[in-house]
């Protein structure tokens, strides 16, 4: 840890400042309930609503190291940017978003159909620390060429073979005639942090993770609430699914009634609500959930 980060006695969160994670991981930190000052502008060290954590916009390629030398306590940001720098950081919480694959593609019309062809061709990447492990494990020696962006065109401007790039759906592979040989990583966003740090904000830590995992296992959930006959509260329960079964309470106005609430995922909505009404439920509530303590 660097002597700053001994000092510092506030919590500081790395996030990126631009790229395609950075949105999203703004939006979720807020709707954990700590909001950024300067979320706009992104201001390099911006305060937040907790006077014990500040916030530094970064590079995401940065913030792993940022991390693990102390510049920062925590930082938000993906797995593939913490194995291609290599830093010595401790990996806190999977946030689940920002899935993307990294993958060894080749053009469409190429004759190559496994990574061991490639012995002694180009292989353009972003990724070359993660690349060139790749290749030293299965034993084929390549020339890599690393690029700052638009890898896909590398094959088609004559400087590359194959690449190697992230891909969330495929289709800008598809879009510029490459084909997939191998998937080599599957990453998604992580929040990291420095082991000295953990040590000495540990409360902190534990407070924000907390946050911010109500807020993951809030995701596509919903709050159901009706009034059902006793009568038919069986029928009810029989085509009810929740995280652990309803929670029934009495009616104090109608001892003729029961309320039921549930946590049901939204998957489910569509015909559920129809069928619970043919099974007796009434007066259906449906209510978004934006975070769920377990």
């Not at 496994?114 to 070359?128: C, D, I, N, R, W």
């Amino acid at each position: 840890m660097n002597p700053n980060a001994k000092d510092r006695s506030i919590l500081r969160l790395a996030i990126p400042n631009k790229g395609r994670i950075a949105d999203p991981v703004i939006e979720l930190v807020e709707s954990g309930g700590l909001k950024l000052e300067n979320s706009r502008t992104r201001r390099l060290i911006s305060k937040t609503s907790d006077p014990d954590i500040e916030v530094l916009f970064a590079r995401p390629a940065d913030i792993p190291e940022y991390v693990a030398n102390g510049a920062a306590d925590i930082g938000i940001t993906g797995r593939d940017m913490v194995l291609e720098r290599g830093s010595v950081v401790d990996e806190i919480l999977d946030l689940k978003s920002g899935h993307a694959r990294l993958v060894l593609a080749v053009p469409e019309d190429s004759g190559i159909t496994s990574s061991k062809q490639l012995g002694g061709m180009k292989v353009a990447t972003e990724f070359p620390g993660i690349c060139g492990k790749y290749f030293d494990e299965i034993g084929v020696d390549v020339v890599l060429v690393p690029v700052g962006g638009a890898c896909e065109a590398a094959p088609y401007l004559g400087i590359a073979d194959a690449i190697v790039d992230l891909t969330s759906s495929g289709t800008t592979l598809a879009t510029n005639n490459l084909r997939i040989v191998d998937e080599i990583l599957d990453s998604t966003t992580i929040l990291i942090g420095n082991p000295g740090s953990r040590k000495k904000f540990h409360e902190k830590i534990d407070e924000f993770c907390l946050a911010i995992d109500s807020v993951i296992h809030a995701r596509g959930q919903r709050y159901l609430m009706m009034n059902v006959e006793r009568s038919y509260l069986d029928d009810v329960r029989a085509v009810l699914p929740g995280l652990s079964g309803p929670t029934v309470m009495d009616v104090v106005s109608d001892k003729s009634m029961v309320a039921v609430h549930a946590v049901v995922s939204e998957d489910h909505l569509y015909s559920l609500v129809s069928t619970l009404k043919r099974a007796g439920a009434k007066d259906i509530l449906v209510v978004p959930i934006e975070r769920m303590i377990r």
